[in-house]
């Protein structure tokens, strides 16, 4: 059983950076971020395997990086030139599965969240 933590969230202007960071209790192949906006239906944001292979939503590349530290067991979220449409609960989640897509199938543990927001 892995436990996931996630950190770093808050209200930030639209322009604006955060770092989002998610503390494992155990290392896991696959880790990803997930969000979900009020109203809409959780969506995978990015992901990255032990080895620092990266897969991105394409809508977000280029502004958001993801990546890991596996001796600290930590995952990371940079998010750049945030908009107000990012606004939502984001998610950690990791498994020990090789994912071919963001997709929460893959990925057996979950972290609580930590909100996001966006001002105009």
């Known amino acids: 059983q892995v436990q996931l933590v996630e950190s770093g969230g808050g209200s930030v202007q639209a322009g604006g950076t955060l770092l989002l960071s998610c503390e494992a209790s155990?290392?896991?192949?696959?880790m990803a971020w997930f969000r979900q906006s009020p109203g809409k239906k959780r969506e995978g944001v990015a992901r990255v395997t032990g080895q620092g292979n990266t897969l991105y939503d394409d809508s977000l590349k280029g502004r958001f990086t993801i990546s890991r530290d596996n001796s600290k067991k930590i995952l990371y979220l940079q998010m750049n030139d945030l908009k107000p449409e990012d606004t939502g609960m984001y998610y950690c989640a990791a498994g020990d599965r090789h994912s071919y897509r963001i997709e929460a199938g893959y990925f057996d543990y979950w972290g609580q969240g930590t909100q996001v927001t966006v001002s105009p």
């Open positions: 155990q290392y896991a192949y696959s």
